[in-house]
Antibody, heavy 120, light 107 residues
């Protein structure tokens, strides 16, 4: 059974940093692209960033480009999201999600999410 | 970037109704569209991928169609457990944009 468990969320002041992690199990991690999706309170789903299975390709939403960095450690079956220069509008539940192929593809599994609150 | 525009943003329907939700891409995305269902406090659930392929375990009352720029999600006979918010997403290439969502409420 595929399991994705996020961690690293919390309360941070504007301008601060956080690093989210997503531990994957039950899957050959390096064979699949991974994605971060966020959902602000009461709002819709927003794609944040994706990384290919081998880590060679990364992409970002314009809203986070230059501030967030996605990475993965396939030896640890773990996905990361380094979030710098955080803003109040980055407040959201952040989900990691597994793609169905090594390159960007449909999402077939979601983690439960981790809450990031940016507030002074 | 390609935008995904869903309509309507919300609708009220009764059990047994046929419900159609549309998603329009601002440029062609071939058949690389997925549909998700999200209930309050829950993670999204994949219903349809490749525009019309039913995900394993999803009831056959759900169906998808379309290609290029225009896509639809149809629920043939709405059931009580189908009241939720539905999202389309393109996944041909980055950005993997979601539509704004359609909330299906009880009439």
């Amino acid at each position: 059974e595929v399991q994705l468990v996020e961690s690293g969320g919390g309360l941070v002041q504007p301008g601060g940093s956080l690093r989210l992690s997503c531990a994957a199990s039950g899957v050959t991690f390096s064979s699949y692209a991974m994605t971060w999706v966020r959902q602000a309170p009461g709002k819709g789903l927003e794609w944040v960033s994706s990384v290919s299975g081998d880590g060679a390709y990364t992409d970002y939403a314009d809203s986070v480009k230059g501030r967030f960095t996605i990475s993965r450690d396939n030896s640890k079956n773990t996905l990361y999201l380094q979030m710098d220069s955080l803003r109040v509008d980055d407040t959201a539940l952040y989900h990691c999600a597994k793609g169905s192929g090594i390159h960007y593809s449909r999402i077939d599994y979601w983690g439960q999410g981790v809450l990031v609150t940016v507030s002074s | 970037d390609i935008q995904m525009t869903q309509s309507p943003s919300s609708l009220s329907a009764s059990v047994g109704d046929r419900v159609i939700i549309t998603c329009r891409a601002s440029q062609g995305v071939s058949h690389y569209v997925a549909w998700f269902q999200q209930k309050p406090g829950k993670v999204p659930k994949l219903l349809i991928y490749a525009a019309s392929t039913l995900q394993s375990g999803v009831p056959s009352r759900f169906s998808g169609s379309g290609s290029g720029t225009d896509f639809t999600l149809t629920i043939s006979s709405l059931q009580p457990e189908d009241f939720a918010t539905y999202y389309c997403q393109k996944y041909d290439r980055a950005p993997l944009t979601f539509g704004g969502g359609t909330k299906v409420e009880i009439k």
